[in-house]
């Protein structure tokens, strides 16, 4: 074999084709098929006026074309899957395909030849499997097919499309506690997932997995087939810049069919979790969690109106938390048992507030209804109507973040998210001549969020640090810990409502060998927010040096365990607050009055060729445009739009604040803003000598995505207008008092207005000019049929450019006031750079004495809090290689493997609903810098593998195997300072500055062994010495390789009827850590708020006389963001049983 005809390249041009499918064909984002080709005579000619019937045999629906005179016919709007069943006739001549398989929204090329010698029927079947690389014209961008028997093969325990569109070697699941999915290092949240064509994403932007609830709003269960779309150039493509996840449900037939399922498992199904502080494995807490369903179709009318409808519900019942105090069987944090028996105690005796307990039993309860009605009008018309409602309930949103090697939250801040969707789907299918079809389809959803809080109060904290107490795990921080209860300060006033419509109108005309497509679809979505934090008041007690006590004066960094709980809870008895803050309306306002109400139009058109030039070569070109808008503002803020007066330093260390606003129109919207996206594709078969199909594809494009809605509402949200922070001890509030009559109010209607406190505004601002978010993408791919083992190999390169990206900058810092010895802008007060006022071992500033007046943010305007501008920037791109060996499934087996390469840089990681939150959440050298770096979300190096077996060893009865495989490299991080470093006001989120080596200018240490410990870290660590003389660049280093195998056993077993069967299911999640639970674990640097995943090791400390850093070195808490993901069982082994009968 000439290995250069087999490829179709030689060596040197393959090297340089860096594609790869690993998928079939991807379309629209549509919920149907289609089907064309041509067909010729005995001498190759083509046959014009051939009838070609296009038969459903399960639904009895049909579809006739007539050959043009190219020979050619062409029929889409079809039913997904099949068994089709194709006859061509003209004459006498007649030719049958029979078993032919429609994969989701693939253009199925199928070439006739009338007038053979001998009559022969020819089979053909196309099942769209994920592991098949697609031989056909239609096949250019980036994706991957999965068929019904693939859903079936896989194992899910989670029973969602993101477990299994991971088989995609592009997408990894970034975050399994959560269900987070990345496309090539994109944004969890710039995905979309439709099912009917439809989006079902979280239409409000909440969630990072995108969708609204705590399973996808539809079972799986109802799902025919999926398809995901990378880079696909059709130009009805929208909403997403990440990836889609398009499904399509089941339909009816002529035969009634159905199903009843039920889903097990519990708390004997999962390992145990490994507790690294004790060194020892703990069982997880009891839980039962149970899926029922069933599933029924059938006709109304034999041939005509088909009905298929699906009902689940999944319940869900576990002890919280991971963490626990010390000596609980939990994984064990800083804080004793004994504190947690004074702080409830406490409350109880001086206030009658019940603090709940730590453990509570987690509750999530999911319904979900669908019906839906197919109607074949007649041969060239087809309708169907779908509807739809999911209602949850869900203890804390499924988030228990409050639980922490550093804090715990009792029950009495613990609260039930209550959720319902309501969908109504509608579409029409017309063919109206051979050569012209259209489709409509209109849609509309209602979605509502509530909480239902287990208590009425403000939230409260209390905050411990310093010195252990006794049993402390080892290695556990000195840092704050804290015990929360209370309302929970973002539940306090929390009501989100959204409605959403969406429509869409195409037509498809063809015209010799042109396939011409336009139309338009629109969207109109609804909002109504009612999002205030802490308006029930928000309190943290903890221990003040400057504070005298009823049993003396103490440094409550030097003092013992005991003497800073005594303080704390004396502080807390007599109502004084380290920091108190309420969110209250302005004078003669309400609440009601920042609530945003608004509606976000989009409206699109496009056009698009689709030129069938040769039978080898197939190009698509076309545009959409998408035009935002909204005919809402938000209340203009005119003294945020007034110019900037800037702060100054004078003399020494005099301190003169901005003041004015900042030059900016806070009403400012996306309205208007429009879009040309041009997008082009092509495929071009290769000839082969050997028979064996060879393409080359690819294919360049605009895409235009979605932000979370919630990022463009908070604007409307915080207008500065409506609402004022008040309190004090908290950014840009005079200092608490520890006078001895405190200002604590366990009334949430009466909390205290503190006399003399300045009101500071929060305003959100996004920039003029920004639109929906939007990437460049291309892609160039070559596949190709080895001659061996009906393998098929490929090789893909995609490649992505940011058009539009968004990241948030901070208004309200003030003027730098420094520059430090690496460059970085400073913030602080003069005399807060005085290494005097850092004495303090666990990195916080000193306020008293000398540094009384030092503060971040010196320069700040104080009429103002946190003033947000989400800002436009067009820095960040990516680049995934992937290479993969194929073999689709034949005879009951069938297997792949594939390596994915990826680099992906952006500017923010946008990882929160809230504008301040994404500030934070971005490791940064500078606070506003427009800079890229490695994404938060990408997986650098991926390998997959999966198989498939199926088997009947006795009578039809099938033994089915499924495992997948998946080793990754683990997430980025960074390397901070775990104070805050510049004084912009958030500690944990600047890059560290290693010096060039022992001595260099730039650092200095407060101590020799903070230099010794500081050396010994850097210089064993190759992440960090490779970065001497310089700041460790954000997301530089990556956290411990994962590996995970997932297997799913099924076997069938006889019904109580004929035609009838039952099917018993295990899937086994993460099977390695079963064999040994050291394996299968993903131990990985985890999010923090501020800095995003970071590690830190150093304090600054200060800048010396001489203008160096000062730096303070903590070894201990380098580890402490080191944790294994276990919170939902992510490193363990996870059994569950399914038990179904089907009819």
């Known amino acids: ?109 199928l070439d006739v030849q009338l007038g053979k010698s001998s009559t022969q029927l020819e089979t053909v079947v196309t099942t769209g499997s994920a592991t098949a690389a697609k031989f056909n014209n239609s096949t250019m961008g980036s994706g991957t097919q999965i068929s019904r028997a693939e859903l079936d093969a896989y194992a899910s325990i989670a029973r969602n499309l993101q477990d299994y569109a991971r088989n995609d070697p592009r997408l990894a699941q970034t975050d399994k506690e959560r269900g987070e999915i990345s496309a090539m290092g994109q ?21 990072a997995n995108n969708l609204p609830t705590a399973k996808q709003p539809i079972s799986v269960d109802a799902i025919q087939s999926v398809q995901v779309n990378l880079s696909n150039y059709d ?48 069982s997880f807490l009891p839980f039962k969690e149970d899926t029922k369903g069933f599933t029924l179709g059938g006709p109304i009318l034999k041939d005509k109106l088909f009905f298929f409808v699906n009902y689940e519900e999944l319940k869900s019942n576990r002890a919280q938390p991971e963490f626990g105090p010390i000596g609980s069987s939990l994984t064990n944090n800083a804080i004793s048992q004994g504190q947690l028996d004074a702080i409830t105690k406490t409350a109880k005796d001086a206030y009658g507030i019940d603090t709940g307990s730590v453990i509570g039993q987690s509750q999530l309860s999911v319904k979900d209804y669908l019906a839906k009605i197919d109607w074949n009008i007649n041969d060239n018309h087809r309708a169907s109507i779908r509807v739809a409602r999911t209602e949850q309930s869900d203890t804390n949103n499924g988030s228990f973040g409050g639980y922490s090697a550093t804090g715990l939250q009792m029950t009495s801040q613990w609260w039930q998210q209550k959720k319902k969707i309501d969908t109504v789907v509608a579409q029409w299918f017309a063919d109206w001549t051979p050569d012209f079809s259209t489709e409509l389809k209109i849609s509309n959803r209602d979605y509502n969020s509530v909480p239902q809080n287990n208590s009425n109060l403000p939230a409260i904290g209390i905050r411990f640090n310093g010195a252990l107490p006794g049993g402390a795990p080892a290695g556990a921080s000195t840092g704050n810990r804290f015990v929360n209860f209370g309302t929970e300060q973002s539940r306090q006033f929390n009501v989100l409502d959204t409605k959403t419509l969406d429509a869409y109108f195409g037509a498809t005309w063809i015209k010799n060998d042109h396939e011409i497509k336009f139309g338009g679809d629109l969207q109109r979505n609804k909002i109504y927010n009612a999002f205030f934090q802490n308006v029930n008041g928000n309190y943290t007690f903890g221990c003040e040096s400057a504070w005298t006590y009823s049993f003396g004066a103490i440094n409550c960094n030097t003092a013992s365990a005991a003497q800073v709980q ?50 080898d070569l197939n190009i698509t070109a076309g545009f959409r445009v998408d035009q935002l808008s909204t005919n809402d503002k938000p209340t203009y803020n005119a003294a945020a739009a007034a110019a900037v007066v800037p702060g100054a330093v004078t003399g020494a260390s005099t301190v003169t604040r901005a003041t004015g606003g900042f030059g900016l129109d806070n009403s400012t919207t996306v309205d208007g803003e429009n879009l040309f996206q041009p997008r082009f594709g092509f495929n071009y078969a290769l000839d082969s000598r050997t028979g064996h199909k060879k393409q080359i594809r690819g294919g360049a494009g605009l895409f235009q995505g979605a932000a979370a809605s919630v990022w463009l509402t908070n604007p409307y949200s915080n207008t500065g207008m409506a609402t004022r922070l008040v309190g004090c001890g908290t950014a840009g509030l005079t200092a608490c008092s520890g006078t001895a009559s405190g200002v604590f109010s366990a009334d949430p209607n009466n909390q ?46 995609v490649y992505t450019k940011v058009n539009t990206g968004i990241y948030y900058q901070h208004l309200n810092l003030g003027d730098p006031t420094a520059t430090g010895p690496d460059g970085r802008s400073l913030y602080y007060t003069p005399q807060s750079y005085s290494p005097a006022c850092w004495t303090n071992t666990n990195g916080s500033l000193s306020t008293t004495g000398a540094c009384a007046n030092g503060r971040s943010r010196a320069l700040s305007n104080a009429s103002f809090g946190n003033v947000t501008l989400a800002t436009k920037t067009k820095k960040g791109d990516g680049n995934a290689i992937t290479l993969s060996f194929q073999r689709p499934a034949r005879d009951g087996f069938g297997f792949g493997v594939a390596y994915t390469y990826t680099e992906a840089s952006e500017v923010s990681p946008l990882t929160s609903s809230v504008a301040n939150s994404n500030f ?56 901070t300072y775990l104070n805050d470093m510049n004084g912009d006001g958030v500690a944990g ?26 050396w010994n870290i850097v ?48 899937d086994i999640l993460n099977i390695g850590n079963l064999l040994n639970k050291k394996w299968g674990r993903i131990d990985e640097v985890t999010f923090q708020s501020a800095g995003g995943n970071r590690r830190s090791f150093v304090n600054f400390a200060g800048i010396d006389a001489q203008g160096n850093y000062v730096y303070r070195t903590n070894a201990n808490a380098i580890n402490d963001n080191q944790a294994i993901r276990q919170v939902k069982g992510e490193s363990q082994w996870a059994i569950q049983v399914t038990a179904a009968y089907e009819f």
Do not use: C
């Open 752 to 797: 205290p207005i503190l006399a003399g406190a300045t009101p500071a505004a929060n305003v959100d601002f996004i920039q003029k000019g920004l639109g929906q978010p939007s990437v460049w993408k291309m892609n160039l791919a070559y596949d190709a049929e080895l001659p061996f083992f009906g393998m098929n190999f490929g090789v893909e390169w």
């Open 989 to 1014: 989120n600047d890059l560290l500055y290693i010096p060039a080596s022992r001595g260099a200018a730039g650092v200095k240490f407060a101590t020799p062994a903070d230099e010794a410990a500081f």
């Open 1 to 109: 074999m000439n290995q250069k005809d087999w490829l179709g390249f030689s060596r040197t041009a393959l090297a340089a084709a860096v594609a790869i499918v690993a998928a079939a064909p991807v379309m629209a984002q549509n919920t149907t098929s289609a089907i064309g080709g041509r067909v010729v005579g005995a001498d190759g000619k083509p046959v014009a006026g051939a009838t070609v019937v296009i038969l459903h045999k399960e639904s009895g629906s049909s579809n006739t074309q007539t050959t043009d005179g190219d020979g050619r016919y062409n029929a889409r709007g079809l039913r997904v899957g099949g068994p089709y069943t194709i006859t061509v006739t003209k004459g006498g001549d007649r030719e049958v395909s029979e078993n032919v398989y429609l994969a989701l929204a693939e253009t199925l090329s």
């Open 566 to 615: 005594a303080a704390v809870l004396e502080n807390f008895t007599r109502g004084r607050p380290s920091s108190y803050q309420v969110q209250v309306p302005v004078a003669g306002g309400t609440l009601d009055d920042g609530i945003a109400k608004w509606t976000l139009g989009q409206t699109g058109v496009f056009v698009q060729d689709t030129w069938n030039v040769s039978k």
């Open 235 to 282: 130009v009805t493509q929208k909403g997403y810049t990440g990836a889609n996840i398009n499904a399509v449900t089941k339909s009816g037939t002529n035969e009634f069919k159905g199903s009843v399922y039920y889903v097990y498992r519990n708390d004997d199904m999962v390992g145990k979790r490994f507790d690294r502080g004790n060194n020892r494995y703990t």
């Open 920 to 975: 934070n959440s971005r490791a940064v050298f500078n606070p506003n810098e427009n800079v890229a770096a490695n994404s938060a979300y990408m997986i650098r190096d991926r390998f997959t593998a999966n198989v498939t077996w199926q088997k009947a060893f006795v009578s039809n009865l099938k033994t089915t195997v499924g495992l997948f495989w998946e080793g990754r490299r683990g997430k980025p991080y960074s390397w």
């Open 1019 to 1066: 210089d064993n660590n190759p992440d960090l010495a490779k970065y001497k003389g310089a700041v460790v660049p954000r997301n530089s280093s990556f956290s411990q390789f994962v590996n995970s195998f997932d297997l799913r056993l099924s076997q069938e077993v006889p019904g109580f009827f004929p035609q009838h069967k039952g099917k018993v299911t295990f």
């Open 187 to 207: 944004n969890s949240r710039y995905n979309s997932i439709t099912i009917d064509g439809v989006a079902i994403n979280d239409s409000f932007g909440l969630e």
